[in-house]
């Protein structure tokens, strides 16, 4: 791919990831489940509820007594929210019944306990009352071995609280995509330590590591490497154990180009797409493991992942993919031809956007205080204040 | 509040909470930082970019020395993308430089490789260039001093990215409200185990953790207690290490309520809110720490820490808000007079909202299965199909 489009290079990354993105279900406790995917659909192992139950505080009763009223029962005990294995309840009588507690046998309808009277051990009814009425029937909320939740599924709290509810400690949830990132370059120190003339902070480490978070994939290894193939290729074999390896720095065609020069050797398809920032692309596959190369410009590394990789991991996260939208312009532009530019933007309480910074990949400030992409299609050279751009909400 | 409104107790809430709610800052590493808020605005340390550095691989020239084209050029040496102190260039001299380079004193432009070529030691450059031409000056993203980031900003990884690249290792956010939560009821048994008849699996605290975590916050304390005081009193005063202590259960008007006789020689409001579900609620303070009790119906539990706990945890973490939209009914239903309703239903493709499960309070499985809240108010007691009804987004 010594120039390709920004579709097509999307495309090649999308199938080379393809395999290692493939759902493997891995099962959590409920505590560790939130936000996760879950691998398959649940049944229910229980009914639920588990057992009759009364509704309200008040009296278990047998509907066909209250034909008549008021009526007067006598009183033959008490069933709380417990444990409890309560007597059948006999015709003609009432039972005080809690909120939860189990119906006896015999007893077909609960009587609230503001609609009675009680004097000693005789409680007074004044409101009729049906067969079933406050009474929970086990099954009513679900039945045993009904769906309880669906596959795919991206777990809130209330979706939690019913797998508890049905007794259940643990979920199968899709397993979240292992992700190492290097980067590369004898110019980047790490921030806190002094640079000294021509050094600069890196940042694509932290930018990768928490845009691959972000994306709903965990960094199980991360490292920065000096342009020196032995340190990458060492740093290649630990990063193997990931299911995708990112890198950045290194792929351009100048001289010092580490990361081209270590896999050019096994196979690595290096090249341009037509897209600024991130022109510089190149893909691999390293002992097995995928490897997608961004190229070191801040900003082009940090762009290059949301088009390339990020839309592919929220999607095996069950993330939304980033909100597309036409906005207009505030100011007009210029744009080159035949590269998809992707400017960062402004979008302001009446749904324009201002663009910000200007499109030099190493405006990580700008691209801080932006809000949105605004994309410029390849052939598209002038753009007019007023004029609608699709934009990508960050 | 014997009685009281739905938004009498929201705005009770909302005073209790806001001293334990008010930002507090602490510093984090960043890598510990996405999706955290920032405490205060952040001065650049130092100018962006560090230093004056090419923008292309290319040749570092005097612009005044390309008045005639062609013009070929000595080339006087080379610098890397690497910590160097470069001569000054001499003028009628060019310097092959890599992106990122140090751009040597006296040189004021960088001539693209592609617009030149090489013989030997000298460089022939066909194009004129202006001075500043592929210059990226100290500065040009960002001033050392002015504004990287606001405050009160949700960190996204391109914010952190901007951290890292002004070499910043740390940053100021908003420190996570800390939560303990509480659930209670002797007949309430742990997920895993074998219940007996009119025992319940436990779903509140596995739905209030998730829930708090959800909405910002963090679980820092979380037990179960059975109906007994003294082990109340214990876990409260365990419990007033966090911010806020939430319990369920035990707060109704029925007998064996632990919370409420816990709590009530403590001056807790004990009383009903005019909704369904969730009508039983309280409030405390117990030693400075404010309570927020829920009764114990799993379904009132979630929805009373929805509309009552979450939108304030929400906003102290920078999270928008549950987007609020009226949707047309696809079926009728009726509500009680006097009380809000909040009924569970689920959004379809076409904006509509269908009911699900019934009002119950226990129906959990139901509300997992739900997308939305469907309110109904207070003084509403009949919708038709095709009704308009306000739904929060789950």
Redesign the interface.
């Known amino acids: 791919m010594p120039h390709t489009s920004v579709d097509d290079h999307a495309a090649l990354v999308a199938a080379m990831l393809a395999p290692a993105l493939m759902p493997r279900p891995e099962t959590v406790p409920?505590?560790d489940a939130?936000?996760r995917v879950t691998a398959s659909a649940v049944a229910?192992p229980v009914d639920?509820?588990?057992?009759r139950n009364s509704?309200m505080?008040g009296y278990a009763v047998v509907a066909a007594d209250l034909a008549t009223l008021p009526v007067t029962l006598p009183i033959a005990g008490e069933i709380?929210?417990?444990?409890?294995?309560p007597l059948p309840l006999l015709p003609g009588s009432a039972v005080r019944i809690?909120?939860?507690?189990?119906m006896p046998r015999g007893a077909d309808a609960v009587v609230p306990?503001e609609d009675t009277t009680v004097d000693g051990n005789h409680v007074t009814i004044t409101r009729p009352r049906s067969a079933g009425d406050f009474v929970?029937n086990p099954g009513?909320?679900?039945h045993r071995g009904d769906r309880?939740?669906p596959g795919g599924l991206r777990l809130?709290?209330?979706?939690?609280?019913?797998?508890?509810?049905?007794?259940?400690?643990t979920i199968d949830v899709v397993a979240r995509v292992t992700v190492a990132v290097i980067t590369t370059?004898?110019?980047l120190v790490?921030?806190?330590?002094e640079?000294?003339?021509?050094?600069?902070?890196?940042?694509?480490?932290?930018?990768?590591?928490?845009?691959v978070?972000?994306a709903g994939g965990v960094v199980t290894f991360r490292t920065h490497v000096l342009d020196d193939r032995d340190a990458m290729l060492a740093a290649l074999h630990r990063a193997t154990a990931a299911d995708v390896i990112l890198t950045s720095g290194g792929i351009?065609?100048?001289?010092?180009e580490v990361v081209r020069e270590t896999l050019e050797p096994f196979g690595a398809r290096v090249g341009h797409v037509a897209m600024q920032p991130g022109g510089p692309q190149a893909t691999a596959v390293f002992e097995g493991t995928p490897v997608i190369c961004f190229p070191g410009?801040?900003v082009s590394t940090?762009l290059s992942f949301e088009v390339f990789v990020a839309p592919l991991l929220r999607e095996v996260a069950g993330l939304p993919a980033a909100v597309r939208r036409w906005r207009p312009l505030t100011a007009g532009t210029a744009s080159m031809a035949g590269k998809r530019q992707f400017l960062r933007g402004r979008a302001d309480a009446e749904g324009r956007v201002t663009l910000v910074?200007g499109p030099?990949s190493?405006?990580?400030?700008?691209?801080?205080a932006?809000t949105v992409l605004v994309i410029v299609p390849e052939q598209v050279t002038e753009l007019a204040a007023g004029d609608s751009v699709e934009t990508w909400e960050?």
Chains 1, 2 share one sequence.
């Not at 639920?48 to 057992?51: A, E």
């Not at 351009?252 to 010092?256: E, R």
């Open positions: 409920l505590d939130l936000d229910s639920l509820p588990l057992f509704q505080d709380a929210a417990r444990p409890s294995d809690m909120t939860g507690g189990v306990v929970r009513s909320d679900i309880l939740l809130a709290s209330r979706h939690l609280a019913a797998l508890a509810a049905a007794g259940l400690t370059g004898s110019e790490p921030p806190g330590v640079p000294v003339l021509g050094q600069v902070f890196d940042s694509n480490g932290t930018a990768l590591a928490a845009a978070r972000a351009s065609m100048g001289d010092y410009n801040p940090q910074a030099g190493h405006l990580v400030a700008g691209l801080a932006s960050l």
